[in-house]
């Protein structure tokens, strides 16, 4: 009994490694680095509540440092966190409960710079560059409008959530 339940979380081990892969695989397609996607992967589908750097370089079979410089670019878009541990000096990570809609969260982060950046090449257009002055004026506002509709889908995101939550309550 005891061969098969081994067997049975090898293969649910085996599974978590295919799917951190799959998550790299479509993070990629996205020009977001693999390794950001196979740890977010991996910490999504993991077992445990949280996970050491070395662990995770060990199931994801990556460098030390490709881990420490993909969970530093995570916790700083909020799709991981960090997770002390008293008394212990490594490093210990975990998904956030919902990195999706971190996503559109940290989206706006993008959006805050990009209409900047576009704010300050309106700025040092000479007269007569209308051509110019007309490509980035459309692109500064489509992203002001992307960006209110994403409070706006963030939001009922939210409520979709509370719905859901709530409905699984009384089910």
Same mark, same amino acid.
Request: charged share 35%; net charge negative.
């Given at each position: 009994?005891?061969?098969?339940?081994?067997?049975?979380?090898?293969?649910?081990?085996?599974?978590?490694?295919?799917?951190?892969?799959?998550?790299?695989?479509?993070?990629?397609?996205?020009?977001?680095?693999?390794?950001?996607?196979? =740890?977010?992967?991996?910490?999504?589908?993991? !077992?445990?509540?949280?996970?050491?750097?070395?662990?995770?370089?060990?199931?994801?079979?990556?460098?030390?440092?490709? =881990?420490?410089?993909?969970?530093?670019?995570?916790?700083?878009?909020?799709?991981?966190?960090?997770?002390? =541990?008293?008394? !212990?000096?490594?490093?210990?990570?975990?998904?956030?409960? !919902?990195?999706?809609?971190?996503?559109?969260?940290?989206?706006?982060?993008?959006?805050?710079?990009?209409?900047?950046?576009? !704010?300050?090449?309106?700025?040092?257009?000479?007269?007569?560059?209308?051509?110019?002055?007309?490509?980035?004026?459309?692109?500064?506002?489509?992203?002001?409008? =992307?960006?209110?509709?994403?409070?706006?889908?963030?939001?009922?995101?939210?409520?979709?959530?509370?719905?859901?939550?709530?409905?699984?309550?009384?089910?």
């Amino acid at each position: 009994m005891a061969d098969d339940t081994t067997e049975e979380a090898d293969e649910r081990e085996q599974y978590r490694r295919e799917f951190a892969e799959e998550i790299s695989l479509i993070w990629e397609m996205t020009g977001t680095s693999r390794m950001d996607g196979k =740890v977010l992967g991996y910490l999504m589908i993991m !077992d445990k509540p949280y996970i050491s750097s070395a662990e995770l370089a060990e199931a994801l079979s990556a460098s030390t440092g490709a =881990v420490s410089m993909a969970t530093r670019r995570l916790i700083d878009t909020n799709y991981i966190r960090r997770h002390p =541990v008293p008394g !212990d000096r490594s490093h210990y990570f975990k998904a956030e409960e !919902d990195p999706w809609g971190s996503f559109l969260a940290n989206e706006r982060r993008y959006f805050d710079r990009h209409i900047r950046s576009i !704010d300050t090449a309106l700025h040092w257009l000479g007269p007569g560059e209308d051509d110019a002055r007309i490509r980035l004026t459309n692109g500064r506002d489509y992203l002001e409008w =992307v960006q209110d509709y994403h409070h706006k889908m963030l939001a009922d995101w939210q409520e979709h959530k509370r719905a859901r939550d709530e409905g699984a309550d009384k089910g």
